[in-house]
T-cell receptor, first 113, second 115 residues
Framework: QKEVEQDPGPLSVPEGAIVSLNCTYS??????FMWYRQYSRKGPELLMY????GNKEDGRFTAQVDKSSKYISLFIRDSQPSDSATYLC?????????????FGGGTRLMVKP | DTGVSQDPRHKITKRGQNVTFRCDPI?????LYWYRQTLGQGPEFLTY????????KSRLLSDRFSAERPKGSFSTLEIQRTEQGDSAMYLC?????????????FGQGTRLTVV
């Protein structure tokens, strides 16, 4: 069993829909949680970063962390075709530990006009 | 700030050949990471440097792989005697220990195809 599980999708939604992307994890030591967006044949781009439990909002994006359930979510409001990409969750037990990022396998999102 | 730069973007090589990739991190970042990503998977950690010192290597990094960061700026990743299983996207990322948080910024990657 992988440390971080993510439904690979693809998830197909109409433009304007609210999208919910999720990851579950098994390592209770994880405290730092990130969401990356990766377009086809490009490198991952950091979207959201949160520490411990709670919510964080940035424009159309909201990240939620529920450490008690070992479950994190990324919500995208008013989804756009340009949001079509693979979304990777990543997590780490330590601060500023880019060597210790554990990634999920990514969820492919398709937003149809 | 031009971001993390990787070269080449694509490389096709024959099995058994050696290849070398280059990464230029964000200029003020003292940490540099190499990751490997295969199709449909998330990136997996290979190795990292703080300044010029290589501080950690994953068990994924076989003896055929070597990485350097000679002056604490750019880094190279060399794969000797390439095998078809080495075909993947090789990602470089950088971060600064001066920044709060764990943000690692990734480059566009080098896609290696071994034929």
């Amino acid at each position: 069993q992988k440390e971080v599980e993510q439904d690979p999708g693809p998830l197909s939604v109409p433009e304007g829909a609210i999208v919910s992307l999720n990851c579950t994890y098994s390592n209770s030591a994880f405290q730092y949680f990130m969401w990356y967006r990766q377009y086809s044949r490009k490198g991952p781009e950091l979207l959201m970063y949160t520490y411990s439990s709670g919510n964080k909002e940035d424009g159309r994006f909201t990240a939620q962390v529920d450490k008690s359930s070992k479950y994190i979510s990324l919500f995208i409001r008013d989804s756009q075709p340009s949001d079509s990409a693979t979304y990777l969750c990543a997590m780490s037990a330590l601060r500023n530990a880019g060597n210790m990022l554990t990634f999920g396998g990514g969820t492919r999102l398709m937003v149809k006009p | 700030d031009t971001g993390v730069s990787q070269d080449p973007r694509h490389k096709i090589t024959k099995r058994g050949q050696n290849v070398t990739f280059r990464c230029d991190p964000i200029s003020e970042h003292n940490r540099l990471y190499w990751y490997r990503q295969t199709l449909g998977q998330g990136p997996e950690f290979l190795t990292y440097f703080q300044n010029e010192a290589q501080l950690e290597k994953s068990r994924l990094l076989s003896d055929r792989f070597s990485a350097e960061r000679p002056k604490g700026s750019f880094s190279t990743l060399e794969i000797q005697r390439t095998e078809q299983g080495d075909s993947a996207m090789y990602l470089c990322a950088s971060s600064s220990t001066d920044r709060s948080g764990t943000e690692a910024f990734f480059g566009q990657g080098t896609r290696l195809t071994v034929v």
